[in-house]
Structure formats: C-alpha cells, structure tokens
C-alpha cells in the first residue's frame, strides 16, 4: 500500500502496455493519400470536360463564320460571272446564270435584245450582305454599272441558292 505524505508527489501508475493496432502517437490509421488523389483527378477531369465544351462553342461559331463568308464570296463570284458574261457578250453564259423564275419571265432573245441595246463596258462587284430586315434573310449582291454611252448604274442583284449554286434573281428595287 502506498501511502501519501503530504508536499511529496505519488509515484504515477504505470502505463498499460502497449497492444495491438494504433500505436501512438497517431489517433487514427495513417491514410495513403487515396482521397486527396481522387478529389484531384475528379478536378482536373472537370476542368478538362469545361474546356473541351468551351473549346467546341468557339469551334462551333468559327464554323459558322467561315461556312457564312464563304456562301458570301460564292455569290459573288457568281454576279461577277455573270456581269463578265454580259460585258464579254457571251449572253448564253449569262443567261444561264439567271434563276428559274428570271428564265421564265424573259426568253433568251429578249435577254440579248435588252443587252445588246445598253452594252456594258465595266463593272465592279460589292461585297454581298443579307438583309436581316426580312424574314427570308435576303441575300444580295451590289454593283456598280458603266456602260459603253458612258452613264453608271447602281444595282443591287437578289440572289438564290438553287441546286448547291447561285443564281441571279433579278434587281432589287
């Protein structure tokens, strides 16, 4: 028995031995990382997802700005064609660029007639635009006129798509 005396400290129990499992100084089991890794991977796996679905809007918009300029430009080629027709007087070439309802409303013979009265010495060709004030978009392609009297002319074409192609469809007023 052991017994206190006054101002002298008693002797500390002893310490149980140590036994099986956690030893200290650790709580609990040590962990290898595994969450912290998973966490990171999951991070980076949505990181990588928002820039791919980033990277496939821009993708999407450029697409559509190249596919937009380049209809654009083909029908402008096809008013220069057929204004290079009509100045070289190759009147076949041109009418044959006309769309449909044009070729309905005027016969090959009128088409030259009407050509061969005012020839056309030069032209310059403006840059096509589609008029966002209708609800069919319009597409049309602008001109400049000289003719071989010497008077020009500001002309706007309407144009189709027809057949993969385009055509010319008349002035616009």
């Known amino acids: 028995m ?10 500390a129990s002893p310490q149980p031995p140590p036994g099986p499992g ?4 650790f709580v609990a089991p040590p962990t290898d990382g595994a969450r912290q890794r998973r966490w990171l991977a ?3 796996a949505g990181a990588a997802v928002l820039v ?4 496939g809007l821009f993708g999407a918009g450029g ?4 596919t937009n300029q380049m209809v654009l430009e083909s ?4 008013v220069n064609g057929y204004l290079t027709a009509v100045r070289d007087q190759d ?4 009418y044959s660029l006309l769309c449909d309802s044009e070729r309905a409303s005027i016969d090959e013979g009128e088409f030259v007639d009407m050509h ?3 020839p056309l010495r030069s032209f310059t060709v403006g840059e096509a635009a589609i008029d966002t004030t209708r609800a069919d978009g319009q597409l049309y392609v602008p001109a400049t006129l000289t003719y071989a009297d010497g008077q020009s002319d500001a002309v706007r074409y309407v144009m189709v798509g027809e057949a993969g192609a385009f055509s010319v469809c008349g002035q616009a007023g």
């Open 63 to 66: 697409l559509l700005v190249l």
């Open 52 to 55: 791919c679905c980033v990277g």
């Open 116 to 118: 061969e009265r005012r």
């Open 75 to 78: 029908a402008q080629g096809t």
């Open 91 to 94: 009147f076949a070439e041109a």
């Open 22 to 25: 956690v030893q200290p100084p």
């Open 42 to 44: 999951l991070g980076l």
């Open 2 to 11: 052991i017994v206190a005396h006054p101002g002298v400290p008693t002797p």
